[in-house]
Every structure is written in structure tokens, then in C-alpha cells.
């Protein structure tokens, strides 16, 4: 009777360590992409961070693929970085968490008429690391690519991101 006591008083406690529902509810984020043009991209939030979802142009993919690896500070191939969690590969579709490996800035190059930096994907104008089209870092401080985020094309025009 006294275990069945604890374990009552307990739970509570216990209990209140699990995840907020608004957390949870902020986990994964649902994005309909039928309206990215080619060439464009748009940020959306996801846990409290802009994730960048560009819609690649064809000579931008193959700018990408023809970046050798011994040129990338942090090697990815372009292939890598398109891969959704359910391995399949859309190398039209970039998806990366857009904020700098340097020291957590915003980079530029996901809104129209932005610096794309000097391999025109995205440039981080506080210390100046330039990413290539595959979000590489390719030039400047930033020890590390972008992060691609987890993510699913649950068909060919919604993308769930988490």
C-alpha cells in the first residue's frame, strides 16, 4: 500500500518532465511546395529556427555535383545533402537549417535580390563564410556545412521537416 502511495505521489512529478504539448506540436512542421518557383526559396520555422527550402535550378545541381571534395572543407556530396530521410533523393530540393556553423548567424541568399556570397548559394555577412548551392561551406570561418534537418516528401508536393 505504501509502494502504490509513492508511485502515486511520484507521478506527477515525473510526468512533468515529459515534453510541453506546444513543443511537441512544434516538432515536425508540414510545407506544401508547390508554390516554390524554381530559383526560389523560402524559409520557414521549424523548432524555433528558419530552415531554407530552395527549389534548385538544373545548373545549379550541377554546379554542386561538380564541386571536387577535395575543395570542401567539410565533405558532402550533393546527393547527401538531397536525401530525405526515406532515402529518396530530389536534387532539386535543398533543405538546410539556415543559420551559420560559425557562430549561429542567419545567412543570406534564401530571400530575393539577397547576397548569395561568392558561390552563390548563401554568405554569412558577419564574419563572412560563403556556402555553395549545396549549403557547403566553401570559403571563411564556419568549420561546418549547413545542417540539413530530417525530413520526408510524403508526396511530390508536401514535405514534412522533423
Avoid at 530559383?39 to 554542386?64: D, L, M, N, S, Y
Amino acid at each position: 500500500l505504501a509502494g502504490v502511495g509513492a508511485a502515486a505521489t511520484a507521478w506527477p512529478f515525473i510526468n512533468n518532465l515529459n515534453p510541453a504539448a506546444d513543443t511537441l506540436a512544434l516538432s515536425t512542421v508540414e510545407v506544401n511546395v508547390t508554390p516554390i518557383q524554381v530559383g526560389q526559396a523560402v524559409t520557414v520555422k521549424w523548432r524555433g529556427k528558419p530552415v531554407f527550402i530552395r527549389h534548385r535550378t538544373p545548373e545549379e545541381i550541377k554546379e554542386a555535383e561538380a564541386v571536387p571534395m577535395s575543395a570542401l572543407p567539410d565533405p558532402q556530396t550533393d546527393n547527401s545533402r538531397v536525401t530525405d530521410t526515406a532515402k529518396k533523393v530530389r536534387p532539386e530540393w535543398l533543405i538546410m537549417i539556415g543559420v551559420c556553423t560559425h557562430l549561429g548567424c542567419v545567412p543570406l541568399g534564401a530571400a530575393e535580390g539577397e547576397n548569395k556570397g561568392d558561390f552563390g548559394g548563401y554568405f554569412c555577412p558577419c564574419h563572412g563564410s560563403h556556402y555553395d548551392t549545396a549549403a557547403r561551406i566553401r570559403k571563411g570561418p564556419a568549420p561546418k556545412n549547413l545542417v540539413v534537418p530530417p525530413y520526408e516528401f510524403n508526396s511530390d508536393t508536401v514535405v514534412t521537416i522533423g
